[in-house]
C-alpha cells in the first residue's frame, strides 16, 4: 500500500507532461485570395450622412494616396458591411467604394511599412479619409498613436498571387 502514493505521482507528472499549450495567434497575416463578392455590402450605390456613394464593380486597377484612420474596440464584435463579424485584431479595413471583399497593400507614406488587408466594411465617413483600417493593422503601420497618416492604398489581384 505504501506504493499507492508515489505511483499516482508519478501518474500525475506523466499525464501533465502530455498536456498541449496552444498559443493563441493574435498575428493574423492576410494572404490574398480569389473570393466571391458579397451579397451583402455591395449595392451599386449607398447614403450616409446625406452623402451618396458608390461600389466600384471591380477592384482591379485602384490606386490611391490619401488619410487613413482606424477604429477598434467600440466596433469589436460588432456585424460589418460584409456581416461578417469585426475582430479588431484581424488586419482588414473599411473602404468607400472597392467591392467586398477584397484585398489591398496599404503602405504608410511617412515610414514606408506595407500591410496587405482584407477589405470588408464600409468607411471611412469622415471628409477627407479614404480607409479605415482595423486596430491591428494601424498598429503594424504605426498608426495608432497618432489616429491618422497619409497612405498609398492598392488594390491587389488575388489571381496573380
Known sequence: MNFIK?????????????????????????IPKVEKYSKY???????????KYYTKKTH?????????????????????SSREVYNMYKLTAAH???????????????????????INDRGPF????????????AKKLDIVLKGTAKVHVEAINARNN
Open 6 to 30: 508515489p505511483l499516482i505521482i508519478v501518474v500525475s507528472i506523466s499525464l501533465c507532461s502530455c498536456t498541449v499549450i496552444t498559443k493563441r495567434n493574435t498575428n493574423f497575416e492576410v
Open 41 to 51: 455590402g455591395n449595392p451599386k450605390s449607398y447614403e450616409v450622412f446625406g452623402k
Open 60 to 80: 482591379i486597377g485602384y490606386s490611391e494616396k490619401g488619410i487613413a484612420s482606424w477604429y477598434g474596440k467600440k466596433f469589436h464584435g460588432r456585424l460589418t
Open 96 to 118: 468607400k467604394s472597392l467591392p467586398i471583399p477584397c484585398y489591398a497593400k496599404v503602405t504608410n507614406l511617412s515610414n514606408n511599412k506595407s500591410i496587405i488587408v482584407r
Open 126 to 137: 469622415k471628409k477627407g479619409r479614404i480607409i479605415d483600417l482595423s486596430y491591428a493593422a
